[in-house]
């Protein structure tokens, strides 16, 4: 039989997967805790016990896009057409289908360093070429660095607000200047926006869609963050009608619609009380507030603006890489983080943290980690 293909599954075990310890605490994760609120459970229940379980009517999806299109509108400063929008079987699809729609294999793709490892994994899978383009873990980029990687062949830059694995959140200002790079060298801007409206209180959840004016970017939303429902897989893109036609049609190959929970779930999602999202979000915070105070500035250089993950730099600590602290910290401490060479190797001597955890296991795992960052040196 012929060998799998290297660049879609000759993918290493993570160091940080090995070993199996009773008292663990995972801080290696991008889910959280939360599970499904309890409006949206309950129609997940009524939809299975209807008598349309077997087929996702157009009514449902037209009802699904009509609150996606209030929601990006109140809370994304977003004003688009229902014609724009793509609901999708999760975040990770979306972005899929979005990259196998507006490029072609042999194209290039912009992703960021350090940035999430699944925009290089999906462009692979499409025979796309993923091109790493440095940027601060404050989010700003190196634009004479990234213009210098601008060839023939780029067609995306995708980048993810707010980022993973950093946490950073571009202002306005920011995401204007990023628009305008793309306008410059006429590239379409792919906006994994997963985390969404999981920012410091008072921050309204703008990405670069709001400073679009001819129709090159997408940005791609999910459940899975901002209401828990990581296990519906159910998203969304939005972008200029043509290419939503053609991003539809992309899905479409692959799969008809979401199912027909899933769309019922992200019914009531956006029909619940916004209380629900507003104390996820408020727990969020507290958590980050957490971290600042119990990590020094040194190890937190740049403290998340947005989500619930966040990049620690160990370069002060005795230990060479990321890879080695992570495993090292698991061994001793049975305390699970990624290593920072999941997301590139301007963050080869980081880690990442989840800070999505109740609040024990979360006061544990911060007293393990200070505890090994006093032995390390740091």
């Given at each position: 039989?012929?060998?799998?293909?290297?660049?879609?599954?000759?993918?290493?075990?993570p160091v940080?997967?090995?070993?199996?310890y009773?008292?663990?605490?995972?801080?290696?994760?991008?889910?959280?805790h939360y599970?499904?609120?309890k409006?949206v459970?309950?129609?997940?229940?009524h939809a299975?016990?209807?008598?349309?379980?077997?087929?996702?009517?157009?009514a449902?999806?037209r009802a699904?896009?009509?609150?996606i299109?209030?929601?990006l509108?109140?809370?994304?400063?977003l004003?688009?057409d229902?014609?724009s929008?793509?609901?999708?079987?999760?975040?990770t699809?979306?972005?899929?289908?979005?990259l196998?729609?507006v490029?072609?294999?042999g194209?290039?793709l912009?992703?960021?360093?350090?940035g999430?490892?699944?925009f290089a994994?999906l462009?692979?899978?499409?025979?796309?070429?993923?091109?790493?383009?440095?940027?601060?873990?404050d989010?700003?980029i190196?634009?004479?660095?990234?213009?210098?990687?601008?060839?023939?062949?780029t067609?995306?830059?995708a980048?993810?607000?707010?980022?993973?694995?950093?946490?950073a959140v571009?202002?306005?200002p920011?995401?204007?200047e990023?628009?305008?790079?793309?306008q410059a060298?006429?590239?379409?801007?792919?906006?994994?926006?997963?985390?969404?409206?999981?920012?410091?209180?008072?921050?309204?959840?703008?990405?670069?869609g709001?400073?679009?004016?001819d129709?090159?970017?997408i940005?791609?939303?999910?459940?899975a963050k901002t209401?828990?429902?990581?296990g519906?897989?159910?998203?969304?893109?939005v972008?200029?009608?043509?290419?939503?036609?053609?991003?539809?049609?992309?899905?479409?190959?692959?799969m008809?619609?979401?199912?027909?929970?899933a769309?019922?779930a992200?019914?009531a999602?956006?029909?619940?009380d916004?209380?629900?999202?507003?104390?996820?979000?408020?727990f969020?915070n507290?958590?980050r507030?957490?971290?600042?105070?119990l990590?020094?500035?040194?190890?937190?250089?740049?403290p998340?603006?947005?989500?619930?993950?966040?990049?620690?730099?160990i370069?002060?600590?005795?230990?060479p890489?990321?890879?080695?602290?992570?495993?090292?910290?698991?061994?001793?401490?049975?305390?699970?983080?990624?290593p920072?060479?999941?997301?590139?190797?301007?963050?080869?001597q980081?880690?990442?943290i989840?800070?999505?955890?109740?609040?024990?296991?979360?006061?544990?795992?911060m007293?393990?980690?200070?505890?090994f960052?006093?032995?390390?040196g740091?």
């Amino acid at each position: 039989m012929k060998a799998l293909s290297l660049t879609r599954a000759g993918v290493a075990l993570p160091v940080a997967d090995k070993g199996h310890y009773e008292d663990l605490v995972d801080l290696s994760s991008d889910y959280s805790h939360y599970t499904v609120p309890k409006p949206v459970a309950e129609a997940v229940v009524h939809a299975a016990q209807s008598t349309d379980l077997g087929r996702a009517t157009a009514a449902q999806g037209r009802a699904l896009v009509d609150g996606i299109v209030g929601k990006l509108q109140q809370c994304n400063a977003l004003e688009v057409d229902h014609d724009s929008v793509v609901v999708t079987a999760g975040g990770t699809m979306g972005i899929s289908v979005a990259l196998a729609a507006v490029a072609d294999a042999g194209d290039e793709l912009l992703v960021p360093d350090p940035g999430w490892p699944g925009f290089a994994q999906l462009a692979r899978a499409w025979g796309l070429t993923p091109v790493r383009y440095p940027i601060g873990w404050d989010g700003r980029i190196d634009y004479p660095a990234l213009g210098q990687l601008v060839t023939p062949r780029t067609k995306l830059i995708a980048l993810s607000q707010p980022s993973n694995p950093t946490g950073a959140v571009l202002d306005l200002p920011a995401l204007r200047e990023l628009v305008g790079f793309a306008q410059a060298h006429d590239l379409y801007v792919l906006s994994d926006e997963t985390f969404d409206l999981i920012r410091l209180p008072d921050s309204l959840a703008r990405g670069p869609g709001c400073c679009d004016s001819d129709g090159r970017v997408i940005s791609v939303f999910s459940f899975a963050k901002t209401h828990a429902l990581a296990g519906l897989r159910l998203g969304y893109v939005v972008a200029a009608a043509p290419l939503a036609r053609a991003i539809a049609r992309t899905q479409e190959a692959l799969m008809n619609t979401p199912s027909s929970l899933a769309i019922a779930a992200g019914m009531a999602a956006l029909a619940m009380d916004s209380s629900v999202v507003e104390s996820m979000r408020e727990f969020y915070n507290q958590q980050r507030q957490t971290l600042q105070i119990l990590l020094p500035p040194e190890v937190l250089p740049y403290p998340p603006a947005g989500g619930f993950l966040a990049l620690l730099d160990i370069s002060r600590t005795s230990l060479p890489t990321g890879d080695a602290f992570a495993e090292a910290l698991l061994q001793t401490h049975h305390l699970r983080v990624a290593p920072g060479s999941w997301f590139g190797e301007r963050a080869a001597q980081a880690v990442r943290i989840s800070f999505a955890l109740k609040e024990r296991p979360f006061g544990q795992a911060m007293a393990r980690l200070g505890d090994f960052l006093e032995e390390r040196g740091s």
